[in-house]
């Protein structure tokens, strides 16, 4: 057999193919819809939360910090509640991180806050004496590109149809609207307002007045939705 | 040609990407060794802005050792035994010539269009799998290139029966072609929505769906770029160099197949306890125990091919470091699965022992691996003698030392960690804060860098010999047949 088929690659090519394969077919097909079906309450991000979780993503602080909480009393004593599949239903690509160099944060929303927040990522030792976390004073500074966040969530209503302009729990009114880039970018900005003035830095509020959006306050809004 | 008649190998595309193997393997040991001083002494992250942080040059050293150095190591060693074991010169076919020699260029390419994209902040965030779609689709063709590499080299072979290590080559094109691609699935966004960055895409699978396509090619990533193709490389430079037969050819069948069934299973073991189907987390458990079988398989196979020749690891340091590299492939792949069991895996989970397992796998088993590989190459592809036994020598010693510092504080720092987060005291209550839990770390840190920054000496000791054989050492006569001629 093994000598037979050493003697014609292509036959090898397509054993070993049919061997590497299988596995995949097996254990990742069958669960494939159940899994993403949104639990009651989950929402789709909005563009500024969205602008901020992009912000997270360049600098890589899944790298360090998971979002994925385990079904652990000793995990959900420090962080809260433990994870379930469907919350993540609108959450592409997943951030569950491998490595927690830092805590977890899928539930940060609920104990931290704008001002923590904000002093944290300005210098970390000065809300926790002896954390090795890197100071991102560069998101005070670096404006956010909202409008690549605006092209995911048009491009993931299109094509996944996540529920953005769309009356999710059926209580009458749009739960995250999205519209066209004007509005979009309006309601944006409105909500880094509300963000900024809950902020002390005085060149990202002046930033925020001029219809700018600051890296940091973007990152917060998705911080802060993290419940 | 005239049957008979001696083949002349053609060496350039092997040479072009042992020199691409040096150098990426110093950018991307350099940067790690930043990295682990940024764990120890935090400070180091502010060198150079927002571009010196630990969180953006972590995808750099992931990248620039995986994709960078190993796989440059497997297309210098695939250009070089590909021909060898199939009897056959490159010089014959100017089209696969062309081929091979494109495949290096966009490699190259790519390899530096990683580096500037990712400095920039620009990644999918998936782990292994960071490069936007572009450089995806840049990766896909010289991929497909060194496929009709392969099977072109295949095609106009002279010898009938394939050897092990072709199949272990077909093995890595095949399984990474499939993994990448399913695990790369995204949709750029500035096409659909003609807003915002071109470069930006937004993945196809969401949320626990995407977790588990990630981690069955993440998982598989290191089985088809870190395990598969190394076995290449041992099963034909530890005969060739030590005069030996392989020990066992029914080992070789069994552990060659079992390991490509049954590592694809494994990635499960990445989500234990997540959200993802428990029979699926059980299978990924399950699966990572039997795969010590086929892993060992091979590896006892290279042992036993030394049997009665010991005496070779007292003469040969090129011997030592292929041996080395089989003791570590076996402490990594029962290290690996003891991770897997769930109860272990409730500890080690996001602790510092998991980085711990990847580098002594990767440190003891691949880079050793391709650093004799190439050893072996070059007195063959130079024709002269290699510069420094001596050097050889002392560089081995200095890494196998960095490499158990690396372990073993990264051993104690992820279980001291993993204990800590779940202590209680007698009321119920958490006994440490968080932060106390980094905190505590500091000392294997700092042991951890030192030991990363030896191996890094050492592997810069590589580099000199390396560069000092290709242009100093002794003119040879004629090839080698078996160990390679070294210099004291």
Known sequence: ?227 | MQNGAKIEYDYSVAKAFTFATILFGIIGMVIGVVLAFQLAFPELNYLAGEYGTFSRLRPLHTNGVAFGFTLSGIFATWYYVGQRVLKVSLKESPFLMGVAKLHFALYFITILLAVVTLFMGITTSKEYAELEWPLDLLVVVWWVLWGVSIFGLIGIRRERTLYISVWYYIASFLAVAMLYLFNNMAVPTALVSGYGSILHSVSMYAGTNDALVQWWYGHNAVGFIFTVPIIAMIYYFLPKESAQNVYSYKLSILAFWGLLFVYLWAGGHHLIYSTVPDWMQTMGSVMSIVLILPSWGSAINMLLTMKGEWNQLQTNPLIKFMILASTFYMLSTIEGPIQSIKSVNAIAHFTDWIPGHVHDGVLGWVVFMIMAALFHMAPRMYGREIYSKSLMETQFWLQTTAIVLYFTSMWIAGITQGMMWRAYDEYGSLVYSFIDTVTVLQPYYTIRAVGGLMYLIGFLMFAYNMYKTATAGRVLDKEPVNASPMAA
């Open chain 1, 1 to 227: 057999m093994f000598h037979w088929l050493e003697q014609r690659p292509f036959f090898f090519a397509v054993a070993v193919f049919l061997v590497v394969a299988f596995a995949g077919i097996i254990e990742i097909i069958p669960d494939f819809a159940k899994q993403s079906k949104p639990v009651v309450g989950t929402k789709p991000y909005t563009i500024l939360e969205l602008t901020g979780r992009h912000v997270y993503i360049k600098d890589s602080c899944n790298a360090c910090h998971s979002q994925l909480i385990r079904p652990f009393k000793s995990e959900t004593d420090r962080y809260g509640m433990y994870s379930l599949s469907g919350e993540y239903a609108y959450d592409r690509p997943f951030l569950w991180g491998s490595k927690r160099t830092g805590p977890d944060l899928w539930r940060v929303g609920n104990y931290r806050t704008t001002d923590w927040h904000e002093n944290h990522m300005w210098d970390p030792k000065s809300v926790v004496p002896g954390s090795i976390m890197p100071a991102y004073k560069h998101h005070f500074t670096n404006i956010a590109d909202v409008e690549t966040a605006y092209a995911e969530a048009y491009t993931v209503k299109a094509v996944f149809n996540t529920p953005y302009d769309v009356d999710i729990n059926g209580d009458g009114s749009v739960d995250v609207p999205l519209g066209t880039w004007e509005e979009a970018k309006a309601r944006a900005l409105e909500e880094a307002r509300a963000i900024a003035a809950d902020m002390k830095n005085q060149s990202v509020k002046d930033a925020v007045a001029r219809g700018e959006i600051p890296e940091i306050v973007a990152l917060i809004a998705y911080m802060n939705s993290l419940k």
